[in-house]
């Protein structure tokens, strides 16, 4: 969009403020003064709409975001993070075994930073190493972190939201229940989806039921035990312990722990796995033992990750909105305005039916 009052192209005599000058295709690179002379407003307007400020009007939005598009401008994060006194770079720590969920969680946080002008950094930790706090204080300090997303299960350790807080650091915590303030805090209510995962096997008439638990390092694994439990007792029943086996949140687990729960006698009808990576691992157990899912076997599993549509058959699971509660925990991370109310509905669990469910066997 132009106007009479707007020049349509960018003189050779522009100086150049963001980083260093360059020069694409025969035209050099857009500074920010160039964005405001092309769009008839001040600097300040500019430097407003790209950090996404609510307080534009739409119609100057619009056209500031027009101009940034034709001359295909982008903000220096190095320049920036000078003349903010911050850096432009938000971090993931994270140590999961559940390279999907990673993964989800990566693509969710990158939807939320886009066109934000901010960028991500991941960072793989181990909770168990002698270094793990140092080492999360040296890539906050080292990078200059505008902030640090925190995904199960860093989220749950209190001491890395003790050092964020001391270092000055702002953060976002992931975890299934409320840790910490509501601004630092986005909630998965993984004992909701536990206890939908109980009614429906219940539904089908299972009474003959064992569960694959997750690590206990992870506060996810006892809330969808709690969760499960609950929803089981509804109906008057009760988890044995000897109807409890723990697994590790990877397939090679769920191998192990259906192998254990296959050879019992009686044998479980059903198992519900803490989540879909071992649920997988179940399906193979059962192709071992010579048993049919769900004629011999009925198996659900929970998170809803690609794995779930990618085993035989397809997993009946609890979907969680992983990449979506990402999202939300970058856009509250870098303040972003929303501009209609924030649905907090959309991170609750809910429950897919597909073919690995079905009714207890005649």
């Known amino acids: 969009m132009s106007s009479s009052k707007t020049p349509s192209s960018i003189p050779e005599t522009s100086t150049q403020e963001e980083g260093e000058s360059g020069v694409e295709g025969g035209r050099r690179r857009a500074t920010i003064n160039d964005i405001a002379r092309l769009a008839g407003v001040s600097k300040k307007t500019v430097s407003r709409v790209i950090n996404q400020s609510p307080f534009v009007r739409d119609e100057t939005r619009e056209r500031i975001e027009a101009v940034i598009a034709e001359w295909g401008y982008a903000p220096d994060p190095q320049a920036r993070g000078l003349a903010f006194r911050r850096s432009f770079l938000i971090g993931m720590i994270y140590d999961n075994p559940n390279p999907q969920y990673v993964v989800n969680?990566?693509?969710?946080?990158?939807?939320?930073?886009?066109?934000?002008?901010?960028?991500?950094?991941?960072?793989?930790?181990?909770?168990?190493?002698?270094?793990?706090?140092?080492?999360?204080?040296?890539?906050?300090?080292?990078?200059?972190?505008?902030?640090?997303?925190?995904?199960?299960?860093?989220?749950?350790?209190?001491?890395?939201?003790?050092?964020?807080?001391?270092?000055?650091?702002?953060?976002?915590?992931?975890?299934?229940?409320?840790?910490?303030?509501?601004?630092?805090?986005?909630?998965?209510?993984?004992?909701?989806?536990?206890?939908?995962?109980?009614?429906?096997?219940?539904?089908?008439?299972?009474?003959?039921?064992?569960?694959?638990?997750?690590?206990?390092?992870?506060?996810?694994?006892?809330?969808?035990?709690?969760?499960?439990?609950?929803?089981?007792?509804?109906?008057?029943?009760?988890?044995?312990?000897?109807?409890?086996?723990?697994?590790?949140?990877?397939?090679?687990?769920?191998?192990?722990?259906?192998?254990?729960?296959?050879?019992?006698?009686?044998?479980?009808?059903a198992i519900f796995c803490g989540n879909d990576e071992m649920a997988a691992g179940v399906l193979q157990s059962a192709r071992k033992a010579g048993l049919s899912v769900p004629q011999d076997l009925t198996v659900v599993g929970f998170d809803d990750f690609q794995i779930a549509q990618a085993v035989w058959p397809p997993l009946t699971t609890v979907h969680t909105p992983t990449r979506e509660i990402g999202r939300m925990a970058a856009e509250k991370l870098i303040g972003v305005e929303r501009r209609e109310p924030r649905d907090t509905t959309k991170t609750e669990p809910s429950l897919v039916v597909r073919e690995s469910s079905g009714p207890v066997p005649a």
């Open 105 to 269: 969680m990566q693509l969710g946080l990158l939807d939320g930073l886009r066109g934000s002008g901010f960028e991500l950094v991941v960072h793989p930790c181990d909770r168990a190493s002698p270094t793990f706090l140092a080492d999360i204080r040296s890539f906050v300090e080292r990078q200059k972190l505008y902030g640090v997303v925190l995904p199960p299960s860093v989220s749950e350790d209190e001491r890395v939201a003790k050092l964020l807080n001391e270092i000055g650091c702002s953060y976002i915590r992931i975890a299934s229940v409320e840790l910490d303030k509501p601004e630092h805090m986005i909630v998965g209510h993984d004992r909701m989806g536990a206890g939908q995962a109980a009614r429906h096997i219940l539904a089908l008439g299972h009474k003959n039921i064992a569960f694959i638990s997750g690590p206990d390092s992870f506060r996810s694994s006892h809330e969808r035990k709690g969760g499960f439990e609950d929803g089981l007792a509804e109906a008057g029943l009760k988890l044995a312990e000897k109807d409890i086996v723990q697994g590790a949140y990877t397939f090679e687990s769920g191998v192990a722990c259906g192998d254990a729960l296959l050879a019992r006698t009686p044998r479980p009808t």
